[in-house]
Structures are given as structure tokens and as C-alpha cells.
């Protein structure tokens, strides 16, 4: 052995696309996957619940915790959690923040992950967040990530050392259709719809975001939807 | 007016004597408080929140969350949350982090406090968090909350600026007690003990750490014991 690195890795499922491309990169690298969903009292948690199950399954990962964080929800703030908010349609032009936004969701996603790699000594948290497509929320920037993993190691015993890996940083959705497909992930098991449960509506901004990465890669998406969308 | 700044501020308050010195220095300086309660599955939540909303009531604030983070339980790792693990008892000589670690409490409890400050406009969060005299948490030190403020000012929208206040950082217990008293904290509304809920154990490392804050300063504390501590 030339080098000798922990490869205990926690990875996060929502259970999207993007989260199961980024599960698919961190198995093909030899990590020893443990899963980490999160509930936050999102309108379609349940879907993306049995989505992170399919997921899991697909991968073979055996170590899974999922994490209410529902008080997301009580604090409100963004039409994902709080109801009355009507979700923003697809606008990918519009370069604002959309009403989708859940403030500072990331840290409380990654504080939760660190307090678990702390307790079972996994040395990287993967999170599938992209930066340049990704909707513009300022928690999902590299900017973020780094500026987090160091505080990260400044919260936790002398002897953890955590990294934050973002291997989709700065990917495309296209490319993320690209790569998934490449590397066998099962995008047909993922969920992105905001809006429902049982076919994807193909109106919230993460199915149009989805939609047009499946479109610029001259891919047609595997789920089912509400409208024609082809 | 010659400054104009945000004076909405989130308090942390565990209902330990550190948050309710920090809830009074910020009120002593004019900050317009909203309170934050975090239960974490500990064994001595009831009384955590009871001594929560007794000092809310004391200091007249309305604006109040509590957050349930109980996932922090199933994670585990702590005598605090993971009933298995026996809670330390005092060692004030040790420099060891003790048992009752739970492992990047802080960061979790930051998040939280970061997602509420933005969706309401807060742009300072109270911590009572002390580094000297903290049983040697690595999330309860100096460097960590400064940068835990950079990440968070890196992952919220553009428009918000959140400080992280730690007014107790380089206090000793002492001075905790030196200082509630000559600012008329209600020392007697809050609770320390991690062990029990009648009556303080006076056996944990916090009540060891509160009691000799006491007797220290000189004085007595107020609050009922198991045993006889004087």
C-alpha cells in the first residue's frame, strides 16, 4: 500500500438525479458508501423517500439514516416547505433566487452528515450540489463548500478530518444526463418533481431544469409525466 | 441617527446560565430578541424547555422556535443523547473531551439558527458558548464561530449579513456568575444538570462545572441539589 486514505465516505440521497450520479462517482471511486436522506417537510418527501430506498438498493448500501429536520418547515421562507408559496414555474432565464430556495438548507444538510462522520469515522461527505445550473441558490456554490469543510474542521476533535466532495460542482444538467447514462447510474429511479408524487407535473423549476438536460443531450428521460413533454 | 443597524437578534437558549447571561447582555443592548430552543433528544429535555420559557417569559420575548433534532439521538455518540453511554462525571482536571460530546452540536445548532435569521431579517445570532471553561468542546471555541460565520455569510443570499455573537467566549464560570448577578439574569429559572429533572444531580460534568462557578465567586446557588453541595 503507497497510500493509505479512510475511505468511509457518507453520501447524500435525496434522491434526485444529481444525488444518484453522485452515489454512481463515489462507488466507481471505491468508496464504502453510508446514505444520508433528509426529510424537511418538503411536498413530495415521500417520493423522494422511496427514491432514495430504490437508489440504495441499486448501490448495494447497506448503512442508511434518514434525518427529520421538519423545523424547516416551521421556520418557513420558501414554497417548497411553507404551502401557502406557490412554487415558481420554469423561468431558467431569470437569474434571481427562486421562491424554491430553502434558507441555508446545505449547512443544515452538512452539519447533520458531519455529526454522523464524526460518530462512525468516515473521512468525505459527497454532495451532488452543481453550482453553475443549480437554480442559483447561494448554498450550493463551491464558494460554500469550501468555506463550510473548514468550518467543519474547526467544530469537530483534532483527529477528524473531513472533506466535502462536490464532484458535480460544476457540471450541466446535460452533462449530468451525459455521465449518468456513461456510468449506468439508474436515473429511472430518481425523483426531481417539486410539485407531485405519482407522475411528475413538468412545471416546477426542477423538472424543467431536468427536462432540459435530458433535451440538450438528446436523451429522452426515462420517468413518466403529467403533460406530453416531448 | 448617526448608524443605522439590525438590531432583530436570535438568541440561543439551551436554558443552561450561559444562555440566560447571553439572552440578558443582549437585551442589556438593545437587541430585539427572538428566541431559539433546540431539543436534541437529551435526557433532560422537559426541563431544558421549561427553564427555556421561563426565561423567555422573564425577559418578555414573544418571537420563540423550538427545533427538534432528534436525529442527533439516532446518530449517537454522546452520554447526552445515547442512553448506553454513561454521562461523565466531573473530572475538571481532565482535558480530554468528555462523553457528553455530541458531535458538532454547534454547527446543527448554527444551521437552524441561520435559516430562521434569514427568513426573518435577523442579522446577528447569540450564542452563550464559552471556549476556556467548556469541558473543551471543539465546537464551543472562538475559531470555529468565526468560521462558522464565514460559511454562512458564504451560503446565504447576497443581501443578508448574519454576525455570530459570542459574548461568554472568554468568560470562566466565575464570571458567568459574577456577571448574572450584577445584571439580574435569572439564575434561579435556569438548569444545568444533564442527569436529572427533579433536582440537580450535582454530578455531571455541568453541574460540577456550574457549582464550582459558584463557589468560585463566592456565592450560593440557588437551585435545589440531590446531595448536599455546600
Redesign the interface.
Known amino acids: 500500500m503507497i497510500k493509505s486514505i479512510n475511505k468511509k465516505a457518507i453520501v447524500l440521497i435525496s434522491g434526485g438525479m444529481d444525488s444518484a450520479l453522485c452515489a454512481g462517482i463515489a462507488k466507481g471511486e471505491g468508496f464504502k458508501l453510508c446514505a444520508l436522506h433528509i426529510s424537511y417537510g418538503q411536498r413530495t418527501s415521500a417520493r423522494e423517500k422511496k427514491a432514495f430506498t430504490d437508489i440504495c438498493n441499486f448501490y448495494r448500501i447497506e448503512k442508511r439514516?434518514c434525518?427529520?429536520?421538519?423545523?424547516?418547515s416551521?421556520?418557513?421562507?420558501s414554497s417548497l416547505t411553507d404551502m401557502p408559496i406557490k412554487v415558481s414555474e420554469v423561468n431558467l432565464e431569470s437569474h434571481s433566487?427562486p421562491s424554491t430556495y430553502?434558507?441555508?438548507?446545505?449547512?443544515?444538510i452538512?452539519?447533520?452528515a458531519?455529526?454522523?462522520a464524526?460518530?462512525i469515522g468516515a473521512g468525505h461527505i459527497f454532495i451532488g450540489a452543481m453550482e453553475e445550473d443549480s437554480s442559483g441558490y447561494?448554498?450550493c456554490?463551491e464558494?460554500?463548500f469550501k468555506?463550510?469543510e473548514?468550518?467543519?474542521n474547526?467544530?469537530?476533535?483534532?483527529q477528524t478530518k473531513i472533506k466535502i466532495i462536490t464532484p458535480l460542482i460544476h457540471l450541466t444538467k446535460k452533462e449530468v444526463v451525459e455521465k449518468s447514462l456513461r456510468l449506468n447510474v439508474p436515473l429511472h429511479l430518481s425523483w426531481s418533481c417539486y410539485q407531485s408524487e405519482d407522475k411528475a407535473c413538468g412545471e416546477c423549476d426542477s423538472c424543467g431544469l431536468r427536462l432540459r438536460g435530458f433535451e440538450m443531450a438528446g436523451e429522452r428521460d426515462p420517468l413518466e409525466y403529467k403533460r406530453n413533454i416531448n
Open positions: 439514516l434525518a427529520d429536520i421538519k423545523y424547516l416551521d421556520i418557513g421562507g433566487i430553502v434558507p441555508f438548507r446545505n449547512g443544515n452538512l452539519s447533520i458531519t455529526s454522523w464524526e460518530v447561494p448554498d456554490r464558494e460554500f468555506s463550510f473548514q468550518a467543519v474547526s467544530g469537530t476533535k483534532p
